[in-house]
């Protein structure tokens, strides 16, 4: 499967934005889809998966309730709603998909074998 993500861009704190990844070459059924992110002199952290048969969802804890992420079936993408944004939430967004993962692996980016290209947000005033 091949990622396409976008959306990213300058934002003052407090605003939002509005990720998407969306696929191409197959659905994403059965599959997870994650969002990580990168920050200049900083390792990839986990941002958000859902699962998508199930929709399960997962966070983590320097997004919750703030961050959401959805999926739209018939555009076979994945969004990540970003409100309340920060400026530690600064970076590069990349998001991943891999399929059958359990969830003790969704947290982590050497699960995924599939990722995207990247899009920057940039949260600053």
């Known amino acids: 499967v091949q990622l396409q993500a976008s959306g990213g861009g300058l934002v003052q704190p407090g605003g939002s934005l509005r990720l998407s990844c969306a696929a191409s070459?197959?659905?994403?059924?059965?599959?997870?889809v994650g969002w990580f992110r990168q920050a200049p002199g900083k390792e990839r952290e986990f941002v958000a998966a859902?699962?998508?048969?199930?929709?399960?969802?997962y966070f983590a804890d320097s997004v919750k309730g703030r961050f959401t992420i959805s999926r739209d079936d018939a555009k076979n993408t994945v969004y990540l709603q970003m409100n309340g944004l920060k400026p530690e939430d600064t970076a590069v967004y990349y998001c991943?998909?891999?399929?059958?993962?359990?969830?003790?692996?969704?947290?982590?980016?050497?699960?995924?074998?599939?990722w995207g290209q990247g899009t920057l947000v940039t949260v600053s005033s």
């Open positions: 859902i699962k998508w048969n199930s929709r399960a969802t």
């Open positions: 991943a998909a891999d399929q059958h993962l359990i969830t003790s692996s969704i947290m982590n980016a050497d699960s995924y074998d599939y």
């Open positions: 070459g197959r659905t994403f059924r059965n599959y997870v």
